[in-house]
């Protein structure tokens, strides 16, 4: 996908002053108030508004959002494609409350809502009145069922809420996101290389470090991942062995809050994936650069690096605990789900789902970068159909299936050409979960091939007046063809 | 999220220049006094201290007295103080037990109190304060500690330290030059490729179905499953089996020295842990590679025999003894089990000893199977405690003896029998009793003059029951001799029951004479209770003679020798 000695030029940076734990509270109180209006929704289907079942829901909504705007002065609800927004920070989704946060997600894109501000202290019935329009929206546009949900609220008299359809983040937050996504990819990098470079002079690295990374990595997948997953473009030839190991735990930590884990499941998983081939800093460089073919002893040796990571990440220092799920991991990821793959084992065992999901990071980033023995890295889209197709390959199909889903049809930093012949780069998923194959893109060369630099973020949902869309993929293109640096577009 | 924020500590301001508080500094500085203190007590005292409860609550206290003013509490952070508002209101120079020591070190610059903290998430900010305090440099520091826990009503800011080289990506100068692509070719590539689209049987992605891609209930409740599998999973087990394969089946000597070593290594975490079954699991299967690796090189055989014996170490062994009897939570009866049938059979003296020493019912009870275990496939180590000095161990190994009826114990059952200390003879004769073989009884006849009353008293008793004859004339001297008058009735009993069971009917005739006596002063010089019991001997003889010397008796003037006679006559003394 890149120029083969592509890197891009780093500047040194102060350190930054950084803030935690200003979201916990908006979190906490965030999710309850979602898990009373997800009660709400439900009761106030199945009884009348006078019920005392209801009345009861309606009264802790009422009193979770009044506290809330006490507190934090303001309460904002936004749902943008999968995720639900309190104020500014992104809620989590977890296995435990996947159903409230589908249901909330589809009945506010029925209605074409993207956007509700509470204004000021609500009582039960300015919530009955608006939950109740919310589950019977009008036809339309979502422009227009927003506006005529807003118009109804005002004819009932309801006047706390400002209601708005569905929008971007602005501009600035997501520069903010970019710069603290580059920031985090940096660090990770460099924590990487430092751990492997020791573990190659025969020291042993500091844990500390790797797990600052990976929470600094959880922190931005859980609250943005579209900046840190444009990063894994940056697959850089000379840094592969350390870009590598970050891509696959952006890829896994992702796939993983796709998947519904909790915060320190994540962050366990995230360890796993960072380490994933440490034991490849066991393996001889002239074999790991080599070109071309391996002989069966090389091949042997590469095919030791799973169990000699487990033997590594014994030598880590500062562990307080031994990490026993990264060493499973270490084992694991070239396993296949019926435990044939590297390396063999004797006593009989089940394949850990943190290894299912770092396999399928692993391979989908090894295989669309490009390497001292493969010069011709598969397109993403590629990738994902032969691990979709190909049982040969021994990926669990619903893991693979959630990874499809977080990258899409064409994954970040593919390129593509569209119907107008611009050349574009994938940008992001898009928000529409069932757009699959209408991302937000980066037009980096207009229709006579002028190249644009830094480029234009554009839609493919974004329709024209005739109803037709836009811009439409027709074709991926291969970067290193028309000599473009995908990672240029994406710090 | 990164913030501005100044990276020096702001500079005391003129106290006119400093805003208005909102509540009184002395509030502040009483709050953090009472952080300071609960920090300490939480170090020091359990959650069920009284003084630990007080700290925490003159803390909660503290909080509740400002939250109606403020909402919170922002607290900038240097390396001897926490400011409030431009005020100092901690001041600790010394940076040993300096609380503002402890956050500065690790990078964080400022913390807020947030009303509700004083909720569940104040002991967790205590305990992870503490925690920090204990941990080397090289460990988890403050900010690690305080991400894992996600507090809704603390937050901070903070530098990190650790990540200060790291270099920002940008992107290359060559990529914001003016360029054209030439699109010709590719306009051409998408007419053909359009052509081929056409075609039957091409299938263009975008019309692959989007639901392929969003997972359905059942996908979900798979992956709930996984997760759930994985959270429950036994993760030292798992990854001792990893080792154990890589052990294995890597067999070059190097990979096989460097897991033994983490196989040492590890099982002191194990045992660190309480994680016994692990424990158990690791040696059994230590054992079962040395038997199946015929390849396995001596060092490696020998290191991996060496796991076991290390944990049943003269140190080791008490030590995990005492962990169990400490611990709060028994481990499964099964993982003790497991746990002890890996010891070496060298340990049965230490585990002897913990059978009284245990406090704990179930650990007892363990000890007690493993015991059992040990001393019947050892019985070299066994006969070898029956004299060891530590009392208790040798009455444990003598039980263990007689349980087992060790005919070679007896020898040295009969030495400590001889020699021993008071407790270690009684436990030899009652442990001889329960051998009963003929060696034991020679023993216990030897016995019959020990300067113990107990052992004697065991010792006939066991004579007489097991009806060993060449101890009667022994007997016969000290029913019909001068020193049964200075015994106690319970030794003067024993001895006419047996004496009763070794004669038979070769006693009567003395009985009869202790009993009944030629003449009145005769009788008289005999006391009452050395008549008693014979006439108890003659009821246990129970012959048409001996009933006849009792009847002859039967109106004696001593109430004791009457009722004694009448328990005889119906049978009593049998």
Redesign the interface.
Known sequence: MTAPTMRAPTTPHPPAIEERGSDGYVRKVGRELLLAIYGALRTVKLYPPDNPVVQKTLDEIARIATDFLRRERELEVRVSGEFIFINATRLRLDLDNYASFSRIISVFREAGVGLCRVLESSAARDWIVFLSLLQSPPSGEPDDRARALAEKLAAAGITVFEIGPPSQVDDEDQEKAREAAKRTYAQSVTVTREVIASVRMGKSPNIKKIKRVVQGIVDQILNEDTSLLGLTTLRDYDEYTFTHSVNVCIFSVALGRKLGLTRLQLYDLGVGALMHDIGKARVPLDIINKAGGLTDDEWRTVCAHPWMGVLQLFQMRGQNEIPYRAMIVAFEHHKKTDLTGYPKHVRPREMSIYSKIVAVADSFDAATSRRSYQTTPLTPADVLQEMRVNPRRGMDQVVVKAFMSLVGHYPVGTLVVLDTFELALVHAPSPEPAAISRPMVRIISDDRGNVLFPGVLADLTERDPSGGFRRTIIKVADPDRYGIRVGDYFV | ?????P?STPIAAEASELPDAPVSPQLIEELLRHFARAIKTHQLYLPNNPIYQRAIENLRGAFAAIWPSI?EVVLQISESEFRWLGRSVLHEPSRADSLPWVFYKDGI?EL?F???VEGEELVVLLDILQRVRK??P????L??L???Q??????????????????????????????????VE??H??EE?QQEADRPGFVR??E?D?T????DEQ??E???A??H???S?D??R??L??????F???GTAA?RT??VG?FE??LL?LLAAADYAAVAYLLREAVAIRERLPDLSPEARERLARLPEGLSGPTVLPQLLQALDDAQTIPPQEDLDALFQQLLPSTLGTVLGWLKQAQNRELRTALERTAARMASVNTAELIRLIAAEDVTVALEAMRRAAELKTAAAVAPLAKVLASGPLEARQGAAQALTEIASPGAMRALEAALDDADRDVRVTAVRALGARGHRAALPKVEAVVTGKAVRDADLTEKMAYFEAYALLAGSTGIEQLDGLLNGRSMLLRRRIDPETRACAAMALGRIGSEAALAALRRASDDKDVRVRSAINRALRGGAA
Request: without cysteine; hydrophobic residues 45%; charged residues 25%.
């Open positions: 999220m990164s913030v501005s924020l990276t909402g610059r807020t947030m009303q509700g941990t080397s090289e460990e988890d520091d900010l690690t305080l991400w894992e996600e507090f809704a009503y603390l937050r901070y800011r903070f530098i990190d330290i650790s990540m200060d080289t790291a270099a920002i990506p940008q992107a290359s100068e060559a990529a914001a030059e003016s360029r054209t692509i030439p699109l590719v306009r590539e998408v490729e992605l975008e692959m989007g392929l891609y969003f997972l996908e979900i798979y992956l709930r996984e997760v599998k994985e959270q999973a993760l030292r798992n990854v089996a990893i080792l154990l394969d890589i294995e089946v890597q990979v460097e897991v983490i290594h590890l975490h």
